[in-house]
């Protein structure tokens, strides 16, 4: 994907569409969360399944602080040849239970960064 610049300013808003498409396009990023009151960053592999994020993560610090505070942030970025992009969602996550939305999940191929 190439980016059309008007008027030749180098920083250009993307909008929903481009960005889902871009998310779509790559598999890691940053999410975001808040450990005992203090903000957090991990790096995951993900999963976009329509305008959905799926991360998929072991047990520990963020499952954990996710099920207290479920706001977060995620990132994803590349670079395409000369141009360099960045994506940033804000919103609420929530842990899958529902066999349905599992089954959902697991049909966008996402695996575990490390093998069990």
Same mark, same amino acid.
């Given at each position: 994907?190439?980016?059309?610049?008007?008027?030749?300013?180098?920083?250009?808003?993307?909008?929903?569409?481009? /960005?889902?498409? =871009? &998310?779509?396009?790559?598999?890691?990023?940053? =999410?975001?969360?808040?450990?005992?009151?203090?903000?957090?960053?991990?790096?995951?592999?993900?999963?976009?399944?329509?305008?959905?994020?799926?991360?998929?993560?072991?047990?520990?610090?963020? &499952?954990?602080?996710?099920?207290?505070?479920?706001?977060?942030?995620?990132?994803?970025?590349?670079?395409? /040849?000369?141009?360099?992009?960045?994506?940033?969602?804000?919103?609420?996550?929530?842990?899958?239970?529902?066999?349905?939305?599992?089954?959902?999940?697991?049909? =966008?191929?996402?695996?575990?960064?490390?093998?069990?």
């Amino acid at each position: 994907m190439m980016f059309t610049h008007p008027d030749g300013n180098p920083i250009l808003n993307l909008d929903d569409d481009e /960005s889902w498409r =871009l &998310l779509e396009g790559t598999k890691h990023g940053r =999410l975001v969360v808040i450990v005992a009151g203090e903000p957090d960053i991990f790096p995951v592999n993900y999963a976009v399944g329509g305008r959905r994020l799926y991360i998929r993560t072991a047990p520990g610090n963020k &499952l954990a602080e996710l099920t207290i505070n479920s706001k977060v942030l995620f990132e994803a970025d590349g670079i395409l /040849s000369d141009e360099a992009w960045s994506v940033v969602l804000r919103g609420n996550a929530r842990v899958l239970d529902k066999a349905a939305d599992i089954a959902e999940a697991e049909a =966008l191929g996402l695996k575990p960064w490390f093998p069990r």
